[in-house]
């Protein structure tokens, strides 16, 4: 079941990259929010899945919540109402529209969908829940009461080609990962990169990754993994993503944190320690520093990305 997982992740995520570095990138990213959301489990936090911002209109708007919708989805196994309290304090004050989009857990119940030449994906039985007056309201059947907000693009999903070596690769780095999370990222890749993907026209999405509690207080964490900058000792953060990640803070007043898994190298990728610092505390350091030219990532080569550095003594190691 952990392999077929992981081949339908790999090819849910061909069809809205524009890379084979994007497609590894995404990996390493979900690696390290994995490791982070066990370590958390560890010291007994209580935790819920992030969520997604997105525009429904095409690329013109300049930032993730000009009249986004933000929508998470959960596994039938998970208690809807605990996710009352934190969107109350969250997506109503982020977003126009609000979802919690419930997804039949069990296999057996999900269906074969040709989703491009050469790719089929399993797709569950979704409940698409609005949150509305304080409280979860089913508008209809199926997904479609979200899907419905945004405008079609016309064009069918052309998977990228990603090479053997790189999709074993991959798959590796999530080989520790439990079903039921493998399962959980599989279906919200399907939500946001299938049915949310080239199919519908958008705006810049942001994603939050995790949701944690401690005590009575709801935490938000943005998780990288990263070896330090050479420029200078450090770790950076793209500008319009820091500053998005701000204004949910400011409007949320949910405390936002930056996790780093930090690691030795970009090859042997060789864990050292886990770093925190606040996204107050971040942009505080980085205030009178210069913009330097960030990595590509999850984007083309030909294109822009402002980052600033954040020195590595402003960074406490979280064990």
Same mark, same amino acid.
């Given at each position: ?32 929010? =994995? ?53 109350? #304090? ?6 126009? *529209? ?10 057996? *119940? ?11 994906? %399993? ?19 199926? !997904? ?9 693009? #016309? ?14 690769? %991959?798959?590796?780095?999530?080989? =520790? ?36 509690? *401690? ?5 938000? /964490? ?11 000792? #450090? ?12 204004? !949910? ?35 505080? /350091? ?19 990305? /402002? ?13």
């Amino acid at each position: 079941m952990k392999q077929e997982l992981l081949t339908l992740l790999c090819d849910v995520l061909r069809l809205n990259i524009v890379s084979e570095n994007a497609f590894k990138t995404r990996f390493i990213g979900f690696k390290a929010e =994995f490791y982070l959301k066990y370590l958390l489990q560890g010291k007994g936090y209580p935790l819920l899945q992030g969520g997604f911002l997105i525009p429904p209109v095409g690329s013109t708007l300049k930032t993730a919540l000009d009249h986004s919708i933000y929508f998470t989805v959960i596994s039938s196994l998970e208690n809807r109402q605990v996710y009352e309290e934190l969107y109350k #304090g969250l997506a109503q004050k982020i977003s126009v *529209k609000t979802y919690l989009i419930v997804y039949e857990n069990d296999e057996a *119940k999900w269906t074969k969908e040709k989703a491009a030449e050469g790719v089929t994906l %399993s797709c569950p039985e979704f409940r698409c829940y609005e949150f509305r007056n304080g409280g979860f309201k089913q508008p209809g059947e199926g !997904i479609e009461p979200l899907l419905k907000n945004f405008k079609s693009t #016309g064009r069918p999903p052309v998977p990228e080609e990603v090479s053997k070596g790189l999709v074993d690769f %991959s798959v590796r780095q999530l080989g =520790f990962a439990d079903i039921q999370d493998l399962k959980d990222l599989y279906v919200q890749r399907l939500v946001f990169d299938f049915f949310l993907g080239v199919r519908k026209q958008r705006g810049l999405p942001l994603d939050i990754d995790l949701v944690f509690r *401690k005590g009575n207080q709801y935490y938000l /964490a943005e998780v990288k993994e990263k070896d330090p900058a050479r420029s200078e000792k #450090g770790f950076g953060m793209d500008l319009h993503r820091i500053n998005d990640i701000k204004k !949910i803070q400011d409007l949320t007043g949910l405390p936002y944190y930056l996790f780093i898994r930090e690691i030795d190298n970009q090859i042997d990728r060789n864990f050292v320690a886990w770093k925190v610092i606040s996204i107050d505390n971040f942009l505080r /350091a980085v205030q009178n520093k210069k913009e330097v030219e960030g990595g590509y990532g999850m984007r083309s080569r030909s294109s822009h990305n /402002a980052t600033k550095i954040c020195g590595y003594g402003h960074f406490r190691t979280y064990e």
